[in-house]
């Protein structure tokens, strides 16, 4: 839809094919109905991909200051909540609405219902579709914006990287990303549904790759939540690659293990039972379950527990290591990661394999992380290859 509109902004005739019976479907799902369609703190960091060395020049030319007046000069208000921005509606739909009308004004074609099975390349573009409506027409360029495959419920199964393999075009191998992950552990329906604050370090081969701290949330399957979401595409690749990948979970990120509050608890708790001993360290199920874990009953005294059990709770409570089996699937993911190869495409995201071919969005081999990254990446890069495809590409600031 960004991609239609700035072609059209510069003069172009734009004809948007679209699989689903209405345009932007997935934008009513973003950030809980809400989206959060882009944040103040935005910079390369924050995207994985072979896209990751394209984002600064492609903001250079249509970033979060571009992407606020263009929706503000669609009437739509903004809410900043620490960064993060959303429609002050918080509604998603406001999204959707305002780009919907936007392509109304300009006279933007909209074929729905139209699933693109083909696109011919040779003297120009002919677009073959599944539905009658679609026609045969033929066009001096065409933006490639299908999606990845993540909530494919949604329209994007995937469809868009055949086209474009079809196109000669390499594609990274796509993987969830933005999702939860499975752990081999049997004991997650003790804590499922138990929500806490946490610093996780996910270890690839034993190695950190990387640590993020949050809101944590237990599952029946295994650990969920946006601190999960931000690494998980580290561990989606690393298990395609069959490495070892677990988790260390920090119940305690504000308590240095090290410091006197253990220390101070056993000795002010040493006539109590255990079940008390761990009440009010962290949510109870948590602590039962380390209790567990650590050999100890909760009918035990705390003076009766030797050195070696106490450190073994105390390490639990600090870095309890669980280990992934798999991710999530596509249907939950929120995001693909992998995609049309960079090495393939021009800073104006036009195919280097077929000239008048360009691509925008998730299609690409580019991710962000949760935040309102990968929105931002979609109206940018749509801006950026809506504007060269139509001949006139966007200037640097
Ligand atoms: C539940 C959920 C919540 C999210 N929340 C946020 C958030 O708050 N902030 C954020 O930044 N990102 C969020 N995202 C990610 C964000 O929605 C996507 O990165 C973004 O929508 C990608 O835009 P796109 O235009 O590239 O692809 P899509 O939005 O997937 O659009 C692709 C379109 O192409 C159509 N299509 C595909 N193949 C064909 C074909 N062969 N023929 C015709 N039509 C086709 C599809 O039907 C679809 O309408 C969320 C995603 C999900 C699933």
Known sequence: MMA?????????????????????????????????????????????????????????YFGVHETKSFFDGLGMRIKNKNGYLYPASEQAATVLDVLRYEMERLGIRSLVGCMVTEIRSGGGFVIVTDAPQGGKHLYDAVILAGGGQAAPKTGSDGSGFALARRLGHRIV????????????EPFFKQVAGVRCEARLTLYIDKNAADKVQGELQLT?????????FQF????????????????????????VKSGNFWSRR???????????????IVNKKIGLLLLK????????????IDAARR??????????LV???????????????????????TQDLQSRKTPGLFFAGEILDIDGICGGYNLQWAWSSGAVAGRAAAGTPLREK
């Not at 109905?33 to 703190?41: D, P, Q, R, W």
């Not at 191998?173 to 499975?182: E, F, G, V």
């Not at 029946?220 to 999960?228: E, H, L, R």
């Not at 056993?266 to 009010?280: A, C, K, L, N, S």
Request: glycine share 8%.
């Open 4 to 60: 239609a509109i700035q072609a059209a902004y510069v003069g172009a005739a734009v004809t948007v094919y679209e699989r689903n019976d209405r345009v932007g479907r997935k934008l009513l799902s973003t950030g809980n109905g809400k989206c959060n369609f882009s944040n103040e703190i935005m910079n390369a960091g924050c995207y994985y991909g072979s896209g990751a060395s394209f984002v600064d020049k492609i903001y250079d």
């Open 311 to 320: 450190e073994k709770l105390e390490s639990l409570f600090h870095s309890f």
């Open 232 to 255: 998980s595409r580290l561990a989606a690749y690393a298990l395609a690659e069959k490495k070892c990948v677990t988790v260390g979970i920090d119940f305690m990120p504000d308590t």
């Open 323 to 345: 280990t992934v089996r798999e991710t999530n699937s596509f249907e939950q993911a929120q995001v693909c990661a992998g995609g049309v190869d960079f090495e393939e495409v």
């Open 293 to 304: 874990l650590a050999g100890i009953r909760e009918t035990d005294m705390a003076c009766e």
């Open 266 to 280: 056993w000795h002010r708790q040493q006539d109590q039972q255990m079940e008390r001993f761990v009440t009010g």
């Open 220 to 228: 029946d399957y295994g650990i969920s939540g946006i601190p999960v």
């Open 173 to 184: 191998m796509p993987m969830p990303a933005l999702t939860a992950l499975r752990c081999r």
